[in-house]
């Protein structure tokens, strides 16, 4: 029978969480793919109620149900072709009913889910804070593409990892309770004086209340000491990413730029350098 110290070694650890990373991966897909039409739904109901009017009756349209199919074909997807990455290699990329495309950003978020999961595992060993960090990484990943196809940050993700943040820093997990409070409270306030200078500056929305509730969650988790690397490197990786796909896939300059994937791509390497990188800058000075 194996024992609980062998799974939790250092050389077993990581590959036990990347393959629940790869199952998480296979769940973040649902996420991503149907919380903003769940969303969208919300908001119809809602509107349709202050208007006074009652909406036909819908299918029932959740994370669980309905089962995942094929979106041309509608073909349920079994649970063999829902191994994750192995399966779209089998069918090699494709509906086995209906043989459309299946898009390859499925697997992707799939091998990304994993390799978080392993990573966070091999960074910290086995403990609380390797498994809060697979818990932040899986919900980056989930925020930063919702962000990328919607330019939607769902407070039901954002909200409940600020939440979550605190508490687990109550123990100091990652900084001390402290740190973490206030740290989401500048994340949020920071974000929002620059939303309002810009508004008062050029009468436009420069970013979404969403990304003032991430910084706040990333405040929580990672401490007020973290948030100027965060919106340093963000502002640094969204402006390159800005510029290239001006000059590349000629993107307009009055065309919105989602600022969450930037804002998560920045905290992830706050969570695992931001430290060393924070001491190495402050040694120039």
Sequence with gaps: MTSLGSLTHPAIFPWLCLAAGLCIG?????????????MERDWQVQCAELRGEELP???????????????????????????????YLALRGKCSACGTRISPRYP?????SGLAGAYAAWHFGFGLAAFAAM??????????????????LPDSITLPLLWAGLLLNLGGTFVDLASAVTG???????LWCVYWGFKFATGK?????GDFKLLAAVGAWLGWQMLPLVVLASSLVGAVFGIALMLIAKHGRNVPIPFGPYLAMASVIALFWGKPLTYAYLKLF
Aim: glycine share 6%; aromatic share 12%; with cysteine.
């Design 26 to 38: 296979s769940f973040l897909n649902v996420v991503i793919y149907r919380l903003p039409r769940i």
């Design 57 to 87: 009756k819908q299918e029932t349209f959740n994370l669980a149900l309905p089962r995942s199919r094929c979106p041309a074909c509608a073909h349920p997807i079994s649970a063999l072709e829902n191994i994750p990455i192995a399966s």
């Design 108 to 112: 992707l978020i799939e091998g990304l």
């Design 135 to 152: 818990l932040f990484l899986w919900c980056m990943i989930a925020v930063s593409f919702i962000d990328f196809d919607t330019q939607l």
């Design 184 to 190: 989401a409270a500048a994340g949020y306030l920071a």
């Design 205 to 209: 929305e420069g970013m979404g209340f």
